[in-house]
């Protein structure tokens, strides 16, 4: 297979950035639910963030990995 075309890196650059955002808001989320293990408001709070890092971590996992194949059919 070679390589991807050359706009496929430059396009890479915003699903890496979703991907990273995401991981981040998982792993702070997943810790507050920890350090506020007693409290049912602040994890259920906590719950949803953790659902939104996982949605924006999924999403820019998939986004990354149609920029790839499409560079690869591009070319």
Same mark, same amino acid.
């Given at each position: 297979?070679?390589?991807?075309a050359?706009?496929?890196w430059?396009l890479?650059?915003?699903?890496?950035i979703l991907?990273l955002? #995401?991981?981040?808001t998982?792993? !702070?989320?997943?810790? +507050?639910?920890?350090?506020?293990?007693?409290e %049912?408001?602040?994890?259920i709070g906590?719950g949803m963030?953790?659902?939104? #890092?996982?949605?924006l971590?999924? !999403?820019?996992?998939l +986004?990354?990995?149609?920029?790839?194949?499409a %560079?690869?059919?591009h070319?």
């Open positions: 297979m070679g390589r991807p050359q706009d496929t430059y890479l650059r915003l699903p890496l991907t955002i #995401g991981v981040v998982t792993f !702070g989320a997943l810790t +507050w639910n920890r350090l506020s293990c007693c %049912g408001g602040a994890n906590a963030l953790a659902l939104l #890092g996982l949605a971590l999924a !999403g820019g996992c +986004w990354g990995i149609v920029t790839v194949v %560079g690869y059919l070319r």
